[in-house]
């Protein structure tokens, strides 16, 4: 587990990075574009990641729907581009 904390702070980040790119997880699983297997290994994904506070302090500084990308380096960079897409 990553040192900034527990399973569902990772939930929040990973939905907080999909928002700030403009992608609803919700909308993306409701029109079966996301698997809820995917989910779990994106949430995994974030809680591994080194980048966690520094993907918490980029958040800060983003506007909804407004980022093209996550932070560089995010483990599910590949993911959100797909879901962007």
């Known amino acids: 587990m990553n040192a900034i904390g527990t399973p569902e702070r990772h ?5 907080s ?3 700030a790119m403009g992608i ?5 699983l409701a029109a079966e574009r996301l698997t809820p297997q995917v989910y779990a290994r ?4 974030c809680a591994a990641c080194p980048q966690a506070r520094a993907c918490q302090e980029w958040l800060g500084r983003q506007s909804i729907g407004h980022a093209p990308t996550p932070l560089t380096g995010c483990r599910n960079y590949g ?3 797909a879901l962007k897409a």
């Open 11 to 15: 939930f929040w980040i990973t939905r």
């Open 17 to 19: 990075v999909a928002r």
């Open 24 to 28: 609803s997880l919700s909308d993306a």
């Open 42 to 45: 994106m949430v995994e994904n």
């Open 79 to 81: 993911a959100m581009i």
